[in-house]
């Protein structure tokens, strides 16, 4: 019997209560994990950086930035290509860095409308500026590290969109027939293009190792980072330009570039470079001097702007959203807080993971220490045994239950690329039906790890507090409530798209 759309959302809200309920309740074993090491000091380099609102100046510049090919600086963005066949673009800083560890943060977007786009858009560093090349608008044989978004599969393997790291040493010529999967460092599967949200990529130096965290643009939260790659043991040239560059092929895409942020970082216990003693008291000067004069400009600005427009003063400016456009955000904030959720889930379940291996390697010690000895210890032995049997039992059930919450956290995924991308109403419902079916495989292992656990006596210092009832029907007001409104979301929903 074919099932609607509201049932399986209805099975699935059930199953999402049942495992947060198991998520409070290992919260408390989750919190006595290990403690990080100390993070380093960062601080912000604005002469490396820029974002908006005051992104270009009057002339079209970008302050102590260079651009060249078609890359177009606006107020409060830099777009590196239009979405126009065959074109390049880059941005570069006019200095050189010189820091020994560092962070960059860089906001961007991915649009177009087919389904697939070219060329792609790269993160540099290296020795010299590469204006105009072949290598995602930059030049080939550049002597640092290249980090890589490309969007266009060319080797026809299925594996683009893509996040590859690259590293070079002035000779080597980018392998573009194979997307330079010959020559990555690092590489981690991620659609980056036409999502709901600004992308955010944060490449991170530190200690001879650089990683790469990636938001999804699936949510407002900028701090919603995943992994994506390491590569440690790596050396890169102490001095060098940053750079941001894109292309398009025989497919285009809007490449645009929201922000670029820099910090340098300090390892904890050093001191950070005084700021005064980079900056010369000339050039400290100036900067105040064009700063004063700026402010003044703008005063006289806004007297003439109120003398022109008497009416307008104090009035708010009103920004209207429309019902589809409330209705989709309202659905995506609604999968937002599920993925969160299941996330979470998933770190502490691998916490516990890792608690559990303790303990079954400390009473396979104890199990050790106990057979040298004779005679007496051999009841002491079976007991032990008797315990690391049933750690082994817990432990394994804790695997399949970390598999089943990254398997939904899939497909959460899944759906919510879905969704952007604007997916049928069949593909919705399948999606929603794999949701279900892991979720009540993750709630059928939770009650029988917690009635393994009830029947041993061995385990009765760590105990599961016992699942809540599951309600055993539903009653038909609340089930027709139920129905209309999501036949009300997903028609709103199909008709917006």
Partial sequence: RPVGPTRPALYFVLSFLAAATFHRSVADVATDGSKSEEPPHRRFEYKYSFKGPHLAQSDGSIPFWIHGGSAIPSADQVRITPSLRSQRGSVWTKNKVNFEHWEAEVTFRVSGRGRTGADGLAVWFSTAQGIDGPVYGAADRWDGIGIFFDSFDNDAKKNNPAIIVVGNNGNLVY????????????????????KPYPIRAKVTYYKKTLTV??????????EDYEFCTKVENMVIPTEGFFGISAATGGLADDHDVLSFLLFRLTEPGQQPPSVDAEIPKEEKDKYQEEFENFQQELDKKKEEF??????????????YESVNEREIRQVFEGQ?????????LNRQLAMILDEQRRHVSVIT????????SAGSGQVESQQLGSVIATQQEVL??????RTSFHNSLNQIGSVQQGNAAGMGTYETIQHFNDIKEHLHAVKRDVE?????????PAEKAVKCPEMPPMPSCLSTVHFAIFVVIQSVLFFCYVMYK
């Avoid at 392998?175 to 036409?194: E, I, K, P, V």
């Avoid at 965290?213 to 900028?222: A, L």
């Avoid at 937002?336 to 979470?344: C, G, V, Y």
């Avoid at 029988?448 to 041993?456: I, K, M, S, T, Y």
Wanted: glycine share 6%.
């Fill in 365 to 372: 010690d104890e199990i050790n220490k106990k057979a040298t």
């Fill in 396 to 401: 394994k059930s804790l695997n399949e239950l």
């Fill in 448 to 456: 029988q790890l917690a009635q393994r656990n009830a029947q041993n």
């Fill in 175 to 194: 392998d573009h027939q194979n997307d330079g999967s010959t020559q990555a460092l690092g590489s981690c599967l991620r659609d980056f293009r036409n």
């Fill in 336 to 344: 937002n807080r599920i993925h969160l959720e299941i996330k979470q």
């Fill in 213 to 222: 965290m990636i938001n999804n643009g699936f949510t407002p939260d900028k």
């Fill in 306 to 319: 109120q003398k022109e427009h008497p009416n307008v003063q104090g009035e708010p400016i009103e920004d």
